[in-house]
């Protein structure tokens, strides 16, 4: 979900399907859908909603059954459960920076003083300032950026395995605690369901 006037951007690493679904300024104050960006998950109802919705003409009659659907659409959207699926980027160039170099290599093995290192600060103002950057702490943003690198090499067909200990976790058992904790499903399992609303190689990059 991107609120409205909000510059973004979005990194694709592999064949991706997107459905995109805008909505007015005043349906989103209406639905009160957040103000800020963020991951939502996609239900087998609102994915089957999305798929409906590109049969719809750009013109379509109040009270008839393409009203409906799209009510229902937006409702079901601003009931979605957030997933912290989220690696938002800085705008201070330093902190974007080494948030990019992470984002080529990302590990759990990164801590805080590497980062504030490549950003050519102390610790200290590093943490304060990646805070007021992205709105939540750097061991935070790194689990959900590992999370999203996950999620596209696993997509890719790549063996948990091999994606858990790239990652720096102790063990796969470890990263499917994780995975499960945050996303509900094991990594076995997580693609089985279609139409995530993140996965198969989508990176949100919000700016």
């Known amino acids: 979900w991107v609120p409205p006037h909000v510059s973004h951007a979005m990194l694709m690493r592999g064949p991706v399907t997107m459905l995109n679904t805008y909505i007015r300024p005043q349906a989103a104050r209406r639905l009160e859908l957040p103000q800020q960006c963020q991951v939502l998950d996609v239900s087998p109802l609102l994915g089957q909603l999305l798929e409906k919705a590109v049969e719809v003409p750009a013109r379509y009659a109040m009270g008839g059954?393409?009203?409906?659907?799209?009510?229902?659409?937006?409702?079901?959207?601003?009931?979605?459960?957030?997933?912290?699926?989220?690696?938002?980027?800085?705008?201070?160039p330093r902190l974007a920076k080494a948030c990019e170099e992470f984002l080529a290599g990302p590990s759990l093995e990164i801590g805080i003083d590497a980062m504030a290192l490549g950003a050519g600060m102390s610790r200290r103002?590093?943490?304060?300032?990646?805070?007021?950057?992205?709105?939540?702490?750097?061991?935070?943003?790194?689990?959900?950026?590992?999370?999203?690198?996950?999620i596209v090499r696993l997509g890719n067909g790549e063996p948990v395995t091999r994606v858990a200990l790239d990652l720096g976790y102790s063990s796969p058992s470890a990263f499917a605690t994780v995975f499960k904790r945050v996303l509900g499903e094991v990594p076995s399992r997580y693609f089985t369901r279609e139409l995530r609303g993140v996965g198969r190689g989508t990176y949100p990059l919000f700016r």
């Open 125 to 150: 103002t590093f943490t304060r300032q990646f805070r007021q950057a992205t709105g939540i702490s750097y061991l935070q943003w790194r689990q959900q950026a590992c999370l999203l690198a996950a």
């Open 65 to 92: 059954r393409d009203s409906y659907l799209m009510g229902l659409l937006l409702h079901e959207i601003a009931r979605m459960p957030v997933l912290p699926l989220c690696a938002p980027l800085p705008a201070e």
